[in-house]
């Protein structure tokens, strides 16, 4: 697979030396995240300017279901390609594994396949006069009114409707995505920007298409 954010870039090398990196293990990276392991916390490096936004800006969705901020260090680099290199840190959560409640990875399964299947229709209907983004924030608030689902899960899908609306965010819901502090689901980087999603598929398709 294509990554957006190359490691070995001399911009994100010099963003990793970074004093509030030295000596963290990597826990885990993504096409535009690389996550390392504080114990209690981790700290996240992303290009996308969207999933800083999502993570510790001053408009991202509060409350139980979204990730907790500790500390921010704003915009510590750049690429060489010169796209910003954003720094932060969050509560560590937890993934679902197989000795999860039943009950709850049911209910994160379901959130998961009705946020794609509604983001599908709703991409459907806008994609010759709109974006994914547009049918991210129909999607979301359309979930947001099913009462199928609880109301704090309700809330926080308009929570994230609202931001997926004034960002150009679009939803990336998946069971790698969707953590747990304690019992609770937690939707961690659940949104991609609309743009750095572009740049990342033209990095895969060079000559055109998607």
Not at 26 to 45: H, P, S, W
Not at 115 to 125: E, G, N
Not at 183 to 202: C, M, Q, S, Y
Request: aromatic residues 8%; hydrophobic residues 40%.
């Amino acid at each position: 697979m294509s990554i957006y954010l190359q490691l070995r870039d001399a911009g994100v090398m010099r963003a990793l030396r970074h004093p509030a990196l030295r000596g963290l293990p990597r826990l885990a990276r993504g096409a535009f995240c690389a996550v390392y392991d504080k114990g209690d916390t981790v700290l996240k490096l992303t290009c996308d300017p969207v999933s800083y936004e999502f993570g510790a800006g001053f408009a991202r969705p509060l409350g139980d279901h979204f990730p907790q901020l500790v500390d921010d260090f704003d915009c510590v680099g750049e690429t060489r390609a010169g796209d910003p290199l954003y720094l932060f840190e969050v509560e560590k959560l937890q993934p679902i594994r197989r000795n999860t409640r039943r009950e709850i990875k049911l209910a994160a399964g379901r959130l998961c396949e009705s946020v794609d299947a509604t983001w599908s229709k709703h991409r459907w209907s806008v994609r010759h006069s709109s974006s994914d983004s547009v049918a991210s924030y129909r999607a979301l608030q359309e979930l947001a009114a099913n009462e199928a689902f609880p109301n704090t899960v309700r809330d926080a899908l308009s929570e994230l409707a609202l931001f997926a609306g004034n960002h150009g965010a679009i939803v990336d819901f998946h069971q790698e995505n969707v953590m747990l502090r304690n019992d609770t689901i937690v939707l961690n980087d659940v949104v991609v920007g609309e743009e750095a999603l572009g740049k990342f598929n033209r990095k895969r398709h060079p000559c055109g298409g998607w």
